[in-house]
């Protein structure tokens, strides 16, 4: 098979190819973890070539098409070791009247148990409703139809990570000789995903209040030059 390119170390090998040929002149159980994002059933369209996976027909085309790579990935995939995909719920329409999704996420996992998959986890990604409608122009995020119809009102759908696993014992297990050695709990929450949100960056002195509590205690500064210069910085980041 010619490869258009690759970069092959000690430590790792990347391939820039057709991810299915590729697969296939792979040895059997060679793959420890794969984590990707599929093309989300023709939401996207990459290209006019009939190898691509994001060019199909129809729905079901392509999930006939992804169950190739499915397959191949079952192969290759170490036993007791994971798979991980990225994916969403697919927009059907953007009419603003009520519009639907498909269940793309369950059609995943149906496709992964076929082929000899065990679902094992499904990982939830917030998305910022306001930020969602400006990439998208979603009709069912706006105000406008707050005011004329709420009934007819949409939500941010969440980006999904699916867990799979596959049968067998893992021979190589990933061990940790001391466990876990703090308990995720009791840390502070990081500052960085409260001072990201809209209401930080409009409240400076709220943004300056926890940056101050969240330095001291996570980094133990006793500079004040080094916590002004921080506030100013992200201060500075949110109004920019």
């Known amino acids: 098979m010619a490869i258009k390119d690759q970069i092959t170390t000690d430590k790792y090998a990347i391939y820039n190819d057709d991810c299915i040929e590729v697969m296939q002149d792979m040895p059997d159980e060679c793959i420890h973890l794969s984590i990707y ?3 989300f059933a023709g939401l996207y369209q990459y290209s006019s070539n ?14 006939q098409h ?3 790579m499915v397959q191949e ?19 059907q329409s953007n009419s603003g009247r009520g519009d639907q999704l498909k269940d793309f ?4 996992i149906r496709l992964h148990e076929a082929n000899g998959w065990k679902y094992n986890a499904r990982y939830s ?7 969602v409608r400006n990439r998208t122009m979603m009709k069912g995020l706006t105000h406008r139809t707050v005011v004329e119809d709420a009934t007819r009102c949409s939500v941010a759908s969440a980006d999904y990570l699916l867990a799979f ?3 067998g014992e893992n021979p190589i297990p990933v061990t940790h000789e001391n466990g876990f050695m703090e308990y995720i709990s ?10 990201r949100s809209p209401q930080a960056c409009s409240n400076p002195s709220l943004t300056k209040k926890f940056l101050e509590k969240d330095i001291y205690s996570r980094l133990k500064l006793t500079n004040p030059l080094v916590i002004i210069f921080v506030i100013l910085s992200i201060t500075c980041s949110c109004i920019g």
Not at 105 to 108: A, F, K, R, T, Y
């Open 165 to 167: 696993r596959r049968d």
């Open 73 to 91: 990935k079952h192969r290759i995939t170490i036993p007791g070791r994971m798979t991980l995909v990225h994916c969403m719920d697919i927009p």
């Open 186 to 195: 009791e840390s502070i929450f990081p500052s960085i995903l409260i001072l």
């Open 105 to 108: 996420p369950g059609d995943i």
């Open 125 to 131: 990604v917030w998305k910022e409703p306001l930020g």
């Open 66 to 68: 992804y169950g190739f």
């Open 50 to 63: 009939e190898a691509d996976m994001s060019n199909n027909r129809n729905y079901d085309e392509f999930m």
């Open 37 to 39: 994002s599929p093309p």
